[in-house]
C-alpha cells in the first residue's frame, strides 16, 4: 500500500449550483454567485427595517436553492423528526447518498465499512427555529432534538441510515472543518479502519435572506464582495453550502475500475497555538509548517505544483500572511504556479469552504484546466513583481503541462488556528471520444428506478435531458451505470435502444411499473407455428454461449436433418423449409434451449416451465429431465414421425368446449387438440370434416381460423406416430429434474427431484394440450411473471385471457414475426421482467464490452418542504399549547377519561401519533415502526399516554403490535 488515496466520487449543493458540475461550470466561466438580496426580500425574511436603514449593512449572502426541501421518507425518517432537525444534518444526508451514488457504490450490495468524517457550521435552525418552541420541545422530547441538532450526531446520524460501518467522526475545527476531515478520512483508510470514506462539511445559516453589518478592519466585505490576492479587497462575505468527497485507497480504486479525479499525495494539520497576535488572527509559523510537512508526507516539491486552491479570505492580513508563508515553502518552477480562492465565487462557506475548494482543485486536475481568479480587478504587487512564484489568472486557460504530473495544493486555515494542506495529484482526465469511431449501433437496456413511482418518472426527465446535454455519451456506458452500479428501488422503467436520441425519447413514453418483492418466474416455450426463418441470428450475432449451444446442436441435428439447422435459424432459410415439421420441431427446440439457457446464465431464476406442445422438450431439457443432445434426437424423431403421418389438418376456433360441442355432432373424426384459453380451442382432424365444422361454425356466427399445420397434431391422427415415438422415448435416460414443470397433458405441477413416469412423452404426442389448465396451475404460484421464450406471443396473450382478478405481468421475449438484428427485442424483454422484480445478472447479460462507468444525474429525492419558520416571540404567560394537554399542578395530573368509549380513544391515539411523528395517513392499525417511528419515540408516546390516562402500558407487548387500536386495548385494560 503506497498511501496514494484517490478522490472517486464527489457531491455537492453551493450558491448557483444545484450539483459539483454546474459548479465546475460556473468556476470554470469566472462567475459570481453571491447574491445581492434586495430590500422586500430581506423584510420578507424578518430583517429589521432600522437595521437595513443602517450604512454599514451589506446585503449580500451566498445562498443555495431551497434549503428547507428534504426527501424525509427515503430515508425512514418522520416528517416531525425532519422538521425538527438541522438541515446542515439533513442535507448532509442527502449530499452523502449522492456522492456514493457518484461514485457508484450505492448498488443493492450492502455498503460496508465506510466511514463518514464531517462537520456543520452553527446551527441557527436550532436556535431560532426549534427551541424557541417549548411546547414542541416537550412534546418531542428534548433527547429527540439534540439528537437531530447537535454536531455530535452529525457523521453517526449518516452511517444509521446509509448503513455505514466505518467510522463516524464529527470533526469541528471552524473554517477548516471539512478539508481536516479529508486529511482524518485519508488516514482512516491508510490504517485500515475505512475501505471507503465520506469527507466534507454543510454550512446552512439560516434565514438566508439576510446581509451583516461591515466593521471597519473586521472580516467581512463592505461591498459585498470577495476578492482574494486583489489590491483591492477589503474581506469576505458569507455563503451556504454542502460537499462531500468520497475517498478509496488508490490501488483499490484502480481495481475496482474507478473514475479518479485526482490523488491525494499527503497532507497535514496543525494548529498556530499562541505564536500570533490574537485566537482569531492567522500564524504565518503555523502555515508554514503545516505547508512543509503536507509536501514532505507527499514527497512531492513544491515547485512541481502548478495550481494553488488557497484559504484566500480577501482580508488585508489574511492575505499577506498566506502568501508570505506560501511564498517561504514554494521555489519558482519551470512555470509559475497559478493561485486562486472559490471564496471570490461562493463567499466563505464556513464548514464547506474546504471541501468547496478540494472539489475545484480536483477537478481542475480532471479537466486539465486552470480556473480563473473571479472578479479579479488589480492583482496584489507581490503577484506582479516577481517576487513569489506565483500568479493569478483572470479566464480559465489549458493546464499545459512538460511531462510532470500536473500537482495541486489545497489550504484551509480555521478560526483559531487549526491549519490543513492537502497536496493532489491528477489521476483520470475526461473521457474524450475518438470523432474516427463510430457510435455503437446495437441496442443497449437503460434502466431506472425510484421508491415512488415520482422519483422514477423524475429520473426518466432528468436523464432523458441529461443526454440530450450530453450527445458524446456513449449508450454502452450509460447502460453500464445504471444497471451495476446504482440500487435498484421497488418502482421501475426500463427502454431497450439503439441510440441516445431514441433512449431520450422512449424515456419520455415508457410505463413504471412496481416490482414485486418475490415474483414466480415461469418460462412459457411455445410450439409448432410462431417460428420464423433467422429468429436466432441477432442472439447467436451478439451472445457467445447462445452461440455455442446453437453450433454444439448444430453439429448434432445436421447429419440427422440433412441441413444445417443454422440455415433456418440464423441464415435467411434458403431452403424454404422452416415450417416444414420434420425440420421446425426440432430446430424450434434447439432455439428454446439456448434461450432458456441463455435467461439463466442472465440470472434468471424459474419457479417453474410450461413447455407447448414441443416446446415442452426445451422446457424439459432446461429442467434437467433430458440431456440437451437427447432432447434434441427425439424431436428430431418427434417430427419426423408427425410430418409422416396421414395429411390432416387444424382449426382455431374462438369458443370454449362446451360452446364447440354441439357443433362437432356427427363430425366423429375430429378431436380437440388443444385449449389454450377459456375460448380459445383447436380441433384437429381430417380435412373434410374441418371443412363441414368450418360451415357450421360460420352459420353460427362462430369465429375461426384455419392454421397452417398440414397434419392432425395431437388428435387420433398421430395414433401411429405416438407409439412408435414411445419406443424411441424410452430409451432416453430420464432425470430427477432440477426446476419444477407443470405438464400439459393433466396441468398437474410436477415438483423437482422426479423424472416423468414411464410412456409420458407418447401419451403428450397423442393427447391435447392442456395449456389453459397448466397455465391456470402455474398462475396459482406466488406472483407469477410469465416468459414467452421463443418466437411469437401466443402464449402470453393466451394469460391475458384468463381471468385472474388481477393483471399476470406477461413479456414475450420475441414477440415479432421478424427480429431486431441485433437481439433488441430479447433485451427489452429483460428490461421488462427486472421491472416486474426479477433479479438479473447485469455482468452477465452485458459480457466483455469495454463499457464503464460514468457520471450520470443522480437519485431525484423528493422535494418535500420540512421546516418550521422562525418562532414568534413567546407571551409572558403562555396557556398550554396544542402539543400537550394541560395538567393541574402538584402532579402528573388527574388521569383522563376517553370521549366515545373505545372507539374515541382509538381517535385520540391516532391523534397523538400524527402529532408525534408528523404523518397524517395513520390509521387504527398502522404500525407504528411502519411509518418511521423508533424506539426513542415510542418510549416518549408511551410516556405520554401515562400522563394522560394514568395507565402504565407494557412497552413489550406494543412493542409486539404497536398500532392505535392495540394500545387503546392496553389502555382499557
Avoid at 39 to 58: C, H, I, M, N, Q
Avoid at 189 to 197: E, F, K, Q, Y
Avoid at 546 to 555: E, I, K, N, S, V
Wanted: hydrophobic share 45%; proline share 8%.
Amino acid at each position: 500500500m503506497n498511501g496514494d488515496i484517490a478522490i472517486v466520487g464527489m457531491a455537492g449543493r453551493f450558491p448557483g449550483a444545484a450539483d459539483v458540475w454546474q459548479y465546475w461550470s460556473n468556476l470554470a466561466a469566472g462567475r459570481i454567485t453571491i447574491s445581492s438580496l434586495t430590500r422586500s426580500e430581506l423584510l420578507a425574511a424578518g430583517v429589521p427595517a432600522d437595521r437595513l436603514d443602517d450604512p454599514a449593512y451589506v446585503p449580500a449572502r451566498g445562498m443555495l436553492a431551497d434549503p428547507e426541501l428534504f426527501d424525509a421518507a427515503f430515508f425512514g425518517i418522520t416528517p416531525r423528526e425532519a422538521e425538527t432537525t438541522d438541515p446542515q444534518h439533513r442535507l448532509l444526508m442527502q449530499t452523502a447518498w449522492a456522492a456514493l451514488e457518484s461514485a457508484g457504490l450505492t448498488t443493492d450490495a450492502p455498503f460496508g465499512r465506510v466511514g463518514v468524517f464531517a462537520g456543520a457550521g452553527f446551527n441557527y435552525y436550532a436556535l431560532n427555529h426549534v427551541f424557541a418552541r417549548p411546547g414542541l420541545v416537550d412534546a418531542q422530547g428534548l433527547l429527540s432534538v439534540v439528537l437531530g441538532n447537535e454536531k455530535d450526531h452529525l457523521a453517526a446520524k449518516i452511517a444509521y441510515r446509509l448503513g455505514l460501518g466505518g467510522p463516524a467522526v464529527t470533526v469541528q475545527t471552524a473554517c477548516s472543518t471539512s478539508l481536516v476531515a479529508v486529511h482524518l478520512a485519508a488516514q482512516s483508510l491508510r490504517a485500515g479502519d475505512s475501505d471507503v470514506a465520506l469527507a466534507g462539511g454543510a454550512c446552512v445559516a439560516v434565514p438566508q435572506h439576510s446581509g451583516y453589518l461591515y466593521e471597519t478592519k473586521g472580516i467581512m466585505s463592505a461591498d459585498g464582495t470577495c476578492r482574494p490576492f486583489d489590491a483591492t479587497a477589503e474581506g469576505t462575505v458569507p455563503g451556504n453550502g454542502v460537499a462531500l468527497v468520497v475517498l478509496k485507497r488508490a490501488e483499490d480504486a484502480r481495481r475496482d475500475g474507478d473514475t479518479v479525479y485526482a490523488v491525494i499525495r499527503g497532507s497535514a494539520v496543525n494548529n498556530d497555538g499562541n505564536l500570533k497576535v490574537g485566537y482569531t488572527a492567522p500564524g504565518v509559523a503555523g502555515q508554514i509548517d503545516v505547508l512543509t510537512r503536507a509536501y514532505a508526507a507527499a514527497g512531492v516539491d513544491p515547485a512541481t505544483v502548478g495550481y494553488l486552491e488557497a484559504h484566500g479570505t480577501a482580508t488585508e492580513v489574511g492575505d499577506a500572511i498566506e502568501l508570505s508563508a506560501l511564498t517561504e515553502v514554494f521555489t519558482r518552477g519551470t512555470r509559475p504556479c497559478s493561485l486562486g480562492s472559490v471564496k471570490a465565487n461562493v463567499g466563505h462557506l464556513d464548514a464547506a469552504a474546504g471541501v468547496a475548494g478540494l472539489i475545484k482543485a480536483a477537478l481542475a486536475l480532471h479537466f486539465r484546466q486552470i480556473p480563473p481568479l473571479a472578479g479579479l480587478k488589480q492583482a496584489r504587487p507581490e503577484l506582479l513583481d516577481g517576487s513569489t512564484p506565483f500568479t493569478v489568472d483572470a479566464v480559465a486557460r489549458p493546464w499545459e503541462t512538460d511531462g510532470t504530473p500536473r500537482r495541486a495544493g489545497v489550504s484551509a486555515f480555521g478560526l483559531g488556528g487549526t491549519n490543513v494542506h492537502v497536496v493532489l495529484e491528477e489521476g483520470d482526465g475526461p473521457d474524450v471520444p475518438d470523432p474516427t469511431v463510430p457510435p455503437g449501433e446495437r441496442t443497449e437496456l437503460v434502466v431506472l428506478s425510484g421508491r415512488t413511482p415520482e422519483a422514477v418518472r423524475a429520473a426518466a426527465e432528468q436523464l432523458g435531458e441529461h443526454l440530450r446535454q450530453r450527445p458524446d455519451l456513449p449508450l454502452a456506458d450509460v447502460a453500464r451505470t445504471l444497471q451495476s452500479y446504482r440500487r435498484h428501488f421497488p418502482h421501475r422503467l426500463a427502454v431497450a435502444a439503439r441510440d441516445l436520441a431514441e433512449t431520450a425519447t422512449r424515456l419520455r413514453r415508457a410505463p413504471a411499473r412496481a416490482a414485486a418483492r418475490r415474483p414466480s418466474v415461469v418460462l412459457l416455450f411455445p410450439g409448432q407455428g410462431t417460428e420464423f426463418p433467422a429468429m436466432s441470428r441477432g442472439l447467436y450475432d451478439r451472445y457467445p454461449s447462445f452461440r455455442a449451444d446453437l453450433d454444439r446442436g448444430a453439429r448434432l441435428l445436421t447429419p440427422i436433418l440433412g441441413l444445417d439447422p443454422r440455415d433456418v435459424l440464423v441464415d435467411d432459410d434458403p431452403h424454404d423449409v422452416v415450417h416444414r415439421t420434420d425440420v421446425t420441431q426440432p430446430v424450434l427446440a434447439l432455439h428454446e434451449l439456448a434461450l432458456g439457457r441463455l435467461l439463466l446464465s442472465w440470472g434468471v431464476r424459474p419457479a417453474a416451465l410450461v413447455g407447448h406442445s414441443v416446446g415442452e422438450f426445451a422446457a424439459a431439457a432446461l429442467a434437467g429431465e433430458l440431456a440437451g443432445d437427447d432432447m434434441l434426437r427425439l424431436v428430431a424423431a418427434r417430427g419426423r414421425l408427425m410430418h409422416d403421418a396421414p395429411e390432416g389438418g387444424m382449426l382455431a376456433v374462438l369458443a370454449s368446449p362446451p360452446v364447440l360441442t354441439p357443433h362437432l355432432a356427427g363430425l366423429d373424426e375430429l378431436d380437440v387438440a388443444a385449449r389454450n384459453a377459456p375460448d380459445l380451442t383447436v380441433v384437429a382432424g381430417p380435412v373434410a370434416q374441418l371443412d363441414a365444422l368450418r360451415e357450421r361454425l360460420t352459420g353460427a356466427g362462430v369465429h375461426w381460423r384455419a392454421l397452417p399445420a398440414r397434419r392432425a397434431f395431437h388428435s387420433r391422427m398421430m395414433a401411429d406416430a405416438a407409439r412408435r415415438f414411445g419406443v424411441e422415448a424410452d430409451r432416453v435416460d430420464q432425470r430427477p429434474r432440477t426446476v419444477a414443470v407443470v405438464n400439459t397433458v393433466d396441468g398437474a405441477l410436477l415438483g423437482k427431484g422426479l423424472s416423468r413416469p414411464a410412456g409420458y412423452w407418447a401419451t403428450q404426442l397423442r393427447s391435447p394440450v392442456g395449456y389453459h389448465d397448466a397455465l391456470l396451475t402455474a398462475l396459482g404460484l406466488p406472483d407469477p411473471v410469465l416468459v414467452e421464450v421463443g418466437p411469437g406471443s401466443a402464449l402470453t396473450g393466451a394469460a391475458r385471457q384468463t381471468p385472474q382478478g388481477r393483471p399476470v405481468p406477461g413479456y414475450a421475449l420475441q414477440p415479432r414475426p421478424t427480429a431486431r438484428p441485433d437481439a433488441g427485442d430479447v433485451l427489452a424483454g429483460i428490461g421488462a421482467l427486472w421491472t416486474a422484480g426479477v433479479g438479473v445478472d447485469w455482468p452477465a447479460l452485458r459480457g466483455d464490452t469495454g463499457s464503464r462507468r460514468v457520471a450520470l444525474p443522480g437519485y431525484p429525492f423528493a422535494p418535500t418542504r420540512h421546516w418550521l419558520d422562525a418562532a414568534p416571540p413567546v407571551p409572558e404567560d403562555p396557556t398550554p399549547g396544542p402539543d400537550l394537554p394541560a395538567s393541574p399542578a402538584g402532579g402528573e395530573g388527574v388521569p383522563a377519561s376517553p370521549a366515545g368509549g373505545e372507539d374515541g380513544l382509538v381517535g385520540e391515539l391516532v391523534a397523538l401519533w400524527t402529532d408525534l411523528l408528523g404523518v397524517p395517513e395513520i390509521g387504527p392499525d398502522t404500525n407504528f415502526f411502519a411509518v418511521g417511528g423508533d424506539s426513542l419515540l415510542l418510549i416518549r408516546m408511551i410516556s405520554q399516554v401515562r400522563r394522560r390516562y394514568g395507565v402504565r402500558v407494557p412497552i413489550d407487548t406494543l412493542t409486539a403490535d404497536a398500532t392505535p387500536r392495540v394500545l387503546a386495548g392496553l389502555v382499557t385494560a
